[in-house]
């Protein structure tokens, strides 16, 4: 049951920070607007599954996981994002 809440979370912090995006970078949407949400989706659900299950094969604790899926996927989406501007010139 953990697993589909993550799932869900990370689909909703992926269209958050496609919505976000496309505010910041106005001008620049070498993707379009569905690509912006296709990528941000599939950047957060990847690193918050990374997250969910890498974090304590490493040996942190509980809260460093929930810590960890809490942020980085919405930093890693908006970085991905950033870069696909950046290589589309």
């Keep these: 049951m953990a697993i589909v809440l993550l799932l869900a979370a990370m689909v909703l912090v992926g269209l958050l920070v496609g919505l976000l995006a496309g505010l910041i970078w106005k001008e620049r949407k ?4 569905t690509g912006d949400y296709a990528v941000s989706i599939l950047s957060a659900v ?9 974090i304590p094969a490493m040996g942190f604790s509980d ?4 810590l ?3 942020i ?7 970085f991905v994002l950033w870069i696909i501007r950046k290589a589309a010139g």
């Design 30 to 33: 070498p993707l379009g607007v």
């Design 46 to 54: 990847v690193i918050g599954l990374l997250d969910w299950y890498v």
């Design 63 to 66: 809260t460093m996981k929930w």
């Design 68 to 70: 960890g899926v809490a």
């Design 72 to 78: 980085e996927p919405a930093l890693g989406a908006m």
